[in-house]
Protein backbone atom coordinates (compact mmCIF):
# COMPACT_ATOMS: atom_id res chain seq x y z
CA UNK A 1 0.00 0.00 0.00
CA UNK A 2 2.86 2.34 0.20
CA UNK A 3 3.50 2.51 -3.46
CA UNK A 4 0.78 3.99 -3.92
CA UNK A 5 1.24 6.66 -1.08
CA UNK A 6 4.37 6.98 -2.93
CA UNK A 7 2.59 7.44 -6.34
CA UNK A 8 0.52 10.00 -4.63
CA UNK A 9 3.47 12.01 -3.25
CA UNK A 10 5.52 12.16 -6.54
CA UNK A 11 2.69 13.13 -8.36
CA UNK A 12 1.77 15.90 -6.04
CA UNK A 13 5.70 16.97 -6.68
CA UNK A 14 6.05 16.79 -9.75
CA UNK A 15 3.17 19.39 -10.08
CA UNK A 16 5.36 22.27 -8.12
CA UNK A 17 7.13 24.60 -9.99
CA UNK A 18 10.27 24.70 -8.56
CA UNK A 19 12.37 21.63 -6.90
CA UNK A 20 10.80 19.41 -4.18
CA UNK A 21 12.42 17.34 -1.59
CA UNK A 22 10.58 15.18 1.08
CA UNK A 23 12.14 12.19 3.33
CA UNK A 24 8.38 10.71 5.33
CA UNK A 25 8.30 7.66 6.99
CA UNK A 26 5.88 5.66 9.39
CA UNK A 27 7.10 6.10 13.03
CA UNK A 28 4.95 2.68 13.84
CA UNK A 29 6.77 0.97 10.57
CA UNK A 30 9.24 2.92 10.03
CA UNK A 31 8.40 2.86 6.09
CA UNK A 32 10.27 5.65 4.79
CA UNK A 33 9.14 7.49 1.29
CA UNK A 34 11.57 9.55 0.30
CA UNK A 35 11.78 12.57 -3.31
CA UNK A 36 15.24 14.03 -3.84
CA UNK A 37 16.42 13.53 -0.53
CA UNK A 38 19.45 13.55 -0.71
CA UNK A 39 19.70 16.83 -2.76
CA UNK A 40 20.63 20.61 -0.79
CA UNK A 41 17.81 22.50 -0.23
CA UNK A 42 18.19 26.01 1.40
CA UNK A 43 16.62 25.44 5.06
CA UNK A 44 15.53 29.10 6.46
CA UNK A 45 14.09 29.08 9.28
CA UNK A 46 13.84 25.34 9.57
CA UNK A 47 17.26 24.69 10.79
CA UNK A 48 15.92 26.88 13.92
CA UNK A 49 15.06 23.13 15.27
CA UNK A 50 18.45 21.63 15.01
CA UNK A 51 19.90 24.65 16.47
CA UNK A 52 17.66 24.56 19.49
CA UNK A 53 18.61 21.21 20.39
CA UNK A 54 22.57 21.84 19.91
CA UNK A 55 22.08 24.95 22.22
CA UNK A 56 20.44 22.05 24.89
CA UNK A 57 23.92 19.99 24.24
CA UNK A 58 26.07 23.53 25.01
CA UNK A 59 23.82 24.21 27.86
CA UNK A 60 24.54 20.48 29.24
CA UNK A 61 28.55 20.93 28.46
CA UNK A 62 28.43 23.95 30.88
CA UNK A 63 28.47 26.48 28.27
CA UNK A 64 25.85 29.30 29.73
CA UNK A 65 22.62 28.46 31.64
CA UNK A 66 19.02 29.22 30.62
CA UNK A 67 17.93 31.46 33.15
CA UNK A 68 21.08 33.19 32.12
CA UNK A 69 20.51 37.09 30.51
CA UNK A 70 21.54 39.08 27.94
CA UNK A 71 21.11 42.57 27.16
CA UNK A 72 20.95 43.74 23.60
CA UNK A 73 20.35 46.83 22.03
CA UNK A 74 18.57 48.20 18.32
CA UNK A 75 22.00 47.33 17.13
CA UNK A 76 21.41 43.46 17.29
CA UNK A 77 18.04 43.77 15.31
CA UNK A 78 18.37 41.89 11.82
CA UNK A 79 15.72 42.03 9.33
CA UNK A 80 12.67 39.47 10.04
CA UNK A 81 13.51 39.72 13.49
CA UNK A 82 9.55 39.57 14.76
CA UNK A 83 8.60 40.24 18.28
CA UNK A 84 11.71 41.57 19.76
CA UNK A 85 12.54 44.39 17.48
CA UNK A 86 8.87 46.21 18.27
CA UNK A 87 9.67 45.85 22.45
CA UNK A 88 11.94 48.79 23.90
CA UNK A 89 15.38 48.71 23.96
CA UNK A 90 17.84 47.94 25.37
CA UNK A 91 16.37 44.94 27.44
CA UNK A 92 17.30 41.69 29.19
CA UNK A 93 16.02 38.59 27.78
CA UNK A 94 17.12 34.95 28.96
CA UNK A 95 18.16 31.98 26.95
CA UNK A 96 15.13 30.06 27.61
CA UNK A 97 13.09 33.35 26.15
CA UNK A 98 14.81 33.52 23.45
CA UNK A 99 14.37 30.09 22.59
CA UNK A 100 11.04 30.02 22.50
CA UNK A 101 10.69 33.04 20.54
CA UNK A 102 13.39 31.00 17.91
CA UNK A 103 11.32 27.99 17.79
CA UNK A 104 7.37 29.47 18.30
CA UNK A 105 8.10 32.80 16.80
CA UNK A 106 10.70 32.46 14.51
CA UNK A 107 12.55 35.34 15.71
CA UNK A 108 15.41 35.82 14.29
CA UNK A 109 16.89 38.59 17.11
CA UNK A 110 16.35 35.67 19.48
CA UNK A 111 17.76 33.15 17.16
CA UNK A 112 21.17 34.89 17.18
CA UNK A 113 21.60 35.02 20.66
CA UNK A 114 21.71 31.44 20.54
CA UNK A 115 24.14 31.66 18.26
CA UNK A 116 26.29 34.02 19.22
CA UNK A 117 26.74 31.96 22.66
CA UNK A 118 27.33 29.21 20.82
CA UNK A 119 29.37 30.37 18.02
CA UNK A 120 28.40 29.49 14.65
CA UNK A 121 31.21 27.20 14.15
CA UNK A 122 30.13 24.98 17.44
CA UNK A 123 26.61 25.08 16.43
CA UNK A 124 27.30 22.86 13.26
CA UNK A 125 29.71 21.07 15.24
CA UNK A 126 27.02 19.78 17.73
CA UNK A 127 24.99 19.37 15.42
CA UNK A 128 27.06 16.54 13.25
CA UNK A 129 27.71 15.45 16.91
CA UNK A 130 23.86 15.03 17.14
CA UNK A 131 22.52 14.18 13.82
CA UNK A 132 24.99 13.50 11.49
CA UNK A 133 26.35 15.00 8.74
CA UNK A 134 24.13 16.94 5.80
CA UNK A 135 22.79 19.84 7.99
CA UNK A 136 24.75 23.11 8.36
CA UNK A 137 24.46 26.43 9.67
CA UNK A 138 25.58 29.01 6.81
CA UNK A 139 25.00 32.16 8.93
CA UNK A 140 22.94 34.52 11.32
CA UNK A 141 19.36 34.79 10.86
CA UNK A 142 18.05 38.12 9.42
CA UNK A 143 18.73 39.69 6.18
CA UNK A 144 18.36 42.64 4.22
CA UNK A 145 15.51 43.91 2.63
CA UNK A 146 16.27 43.87 -1.24
CA UNK A 147 19.46 42.16 -0.26
CA UNK A 148 20.04 38.55 -2.29
CA UNK A 149 18.23 36.13 -0.54
CA UNK A 150 20.34 34.00 1.84
CA UNK A 151 19.23 31.23 3.71
CA UNK A 152 20.50 31.07 7.35
CA UNK A 153 21.11 27.07 6.29
CA UNK A 154 21.22 24.26 4.19
CA UNK A 155 20.62 20.43 4.54
CA UNK A 156 19.40 17.73 2.76
CA UNK A 157 15.42 16.16 3.37
CA UNK A 158 17.38 12.91 4.49
CA UNK A 159 19.60 14.55 7.18
CA UNK A 160 16.55 16.21 8.31
CA UNK A 161 14.56 13.39 8.71
CA UNK A 162 17.45 11.34 10.48
CA UNK A 163 17.62 14.41 12.89
CA UNK A 164 13.74 13.83 13.54
CA UNK A 165 14.12 10.51 14.24
CA UNK A 166 16.79 11.03 16.82
CA UNK A 167 14.55 13.74 18.31
CA UNK A 168 11.54 11.72 18.78
CA UNK A 169 13.50 8.44 20.27
CA UNK A 170 14.98 10.94 22.78
CA UNK A 171 18.38 10.47 22.01
CA UNK A 172 19.11 13.78 20.95
CA UNK A 173 19.87 16.48 24.10
CA UNK A 174 16.92 18.24 25.60
CA UNK A 175 14.60 16.24 23.29
CA UNK A 176 11.50 16.09 25.04
CA UNK A 177 11.31 19.86 25.92
CA UNK A 178 12.68 20.23 22.13
CA UNK A 179 9.38 18.47 20.84
CA UNK A 180 7.16 20.46 23.80
CA UNK A 181 8.06 23.82 22.53
CA UNK A 182 7.64 22.80 18.90
CA UNK A 183 4.24 21.82 19.61
CA UNK A 184 3.43 25.77 20.60
CA UNK A 185 4.61 26.67 16.99
CA UNK A 186 2.26 29.59 15.88
CA UNK A 187 3.08 30.17 12.23
CA UNK A 188 0.84 26.55 10.51
CA UNK A 189 0.66 27.80 6.77
CA UNK A 190 2.27 24.70 5.86
CA UNK A 191 2.60 21.22 7.17
CA UNK A 192 -0.67 22.07 9.41
CA UNK A 193 -2.24 23.79 6.29
CA UNK A 194 -5.20 21.21 5.15
CA UNK A 195 -5.06 19.10 8.61
CA UNK A 196 -8.11 19.07 10.49
CA UNK A 197 -7.09 21.10 13.31
CA UNK A 198 -9.04 22.91 16.01
CA UNK A 199 -7.19 24.63 18.61
CA UNK A 200 -10.41 25.57 20.36
CA UNK A 201 -11.54 21.82 21.37
CA UNK A 202 -9.05 19.10 22.15
CA UNK A 203 -7.76 16.52 19.45
CA UNK A 204 -5.52 13.87 19.18
CA UNK A 205 -4.00 15.35 16.03
CA UNK A 206 -0.52 17.28 17.41
CA UNK A 207 2.14 18.52 15.24
CA UNK A 208 5.67 19.89 16.70
CA UNK A 209 7.24 21.05 14.14
CA UNK A 210 9.28 24.24 12.34
CA UNK A 211 8.68 25.69 9.09
CA UNK A 212 10.93 28.17 7.04
CA UNK A 213 10.38 30.56 4.20
CA UNK A 214 11.85 33.31 1.80
CA UNK A 215 11.50 34.28 -1.11
CA UNK A 216 11.23 31.30 -4.01
CA UNK A 217 11.98 28.75 -0.65
CA UNK A 218 9.18 27.11 1.71
CA UNK A 219 10.31 24.10 4.35
CA UNK A 220 8.52 22.72 7.27
CA UNK A 221 9.91 20.07 9.45
CA UNK A 222 8.37 18.48 12.04
CA UNK A 223 6.74 15.42 13.91
CA UNK A 224 2.80 14.64 13.31
CA UNK A 225 0.83 12.22 15.97
CA UNK A 226 -3.03 11.29 15.20
CA UNK A 227 -4.09 8.64 18.15
CA UNK A 228 -1.92 5.98 17.49
CA UNK A 229 -0.61 6.88 13.83
CA UNK A 230 2.69 8.98 13.92
CA UNK A 231 5.16 10.09 11.23
CA UNK A 232 8.23 12.06 10.54
CA UNK A 233 8.10 14.47 7.82
CA UNK A 234 10.53 17.06 5.71
CA UNK A 235 8.77 18.87 2.97
CA UNK A 236 11.58 21.06 1.92
CA UNK A 237 10.96 23.69 -2.09
CA UNK A 238 13.54 25.53 -3.73
CA UNK A 239 13.69 27.53 -6.93
CA UNK A 240 9.79 28.44 -6.68
CA UNK A 241 8.41 30.79 -10.02
CA UNK A 242 6.15 31.74 -6.76
CA UNK A 243 8.54 33.85 -5.02
CA UNK A 244 5.87 36.22 -2.86
CA UNK A 245 4.56 35.78 0.44
CA UNK A 246 0.52 35.23 0.65
CA UNK A 247 -1.56 33.11 2.17
CA UNK A 248 -1.71 31.19 -1.37
CA UNK A 249 1.80 30.86 -1.69
CA UNK A 250 2.93 27.80 -3.79
CA UNK A 251 5.30 26.28 -1.94
CA UNK A 252 3.24 26.20 1.39
CA UNK A 253 0.10 24.87 -0.27
CA UNK A 254 2.58 22.17 -2.41
CA UNK A 255 3.36 21.14 1.65
CA UNK A 256 0.42 21.66 2.96
CA UNK A 257 -0.72 18.77 0.60
CA UNK A 258 1.53 16.65 0.49
CA UNK A 259 1.18 16.47 4.28
CA UNK A 260 -2.89 15.95 3.95
CA UNK A 261 -1.48 12.97 1.53
CA UNK A 262 0.72 11.38 4.77
CA UNK A 263 -2.17 12.25 6.68
CA UNK A 264 -5.12 10.54 5.16
CA UNK A 265 -2.73 7.41 4.10
CA UNK A 266 -2.32 6.94 8.04
CA UNK A 267 -6.27 7.51 8.66
CA UNK A 268 -7.25 5.10 6.71
CA UNK A 269 -4.86 2.50 7.54
CA UNK A 270 -3.14 2.50 3.82
CA UNK A 271 0.44 3.20 4.88
Same mark, same amino acid.
Given at each position: ?S ?16 R ?8 A ?5 T????E????A ?5 P??S???A ?10 D ?5 R ?9 L????M????SY /? ?5 ? #?? @?????A???? *??? +? !??E?A????E ?6 I ?6 G????G ?19 L ?8 A ?36 ? /????R?? #?? @????G????? *??? +? !? ?12 A ?5 G????I ?8 E?
Amino acid at each position: MSDSVAAKLEAEARTFGGRVGYAVSNGASGDLLTWQADEKFPTASAIKLPVLSAFHAFVDGGGVRWEDNVKITREWIPGGSGVLEHLSMPREVSY /LDAAWLM #IC @LSDNLATNIL *LEA +M !TIELANDLIEQIAGDGITVKGYAGFRPDGPVKSMGEATPRALHRYLQRLRAGTVPGAAATIEVAFQQFYRHSIPRYLPIDRYRESTLRIAHKSGS /LPGIRTD #IG @LLESGEAMAE *LVF +M !TADAEDTGSSFENAGERCIGRLARIVYDALQRGEW
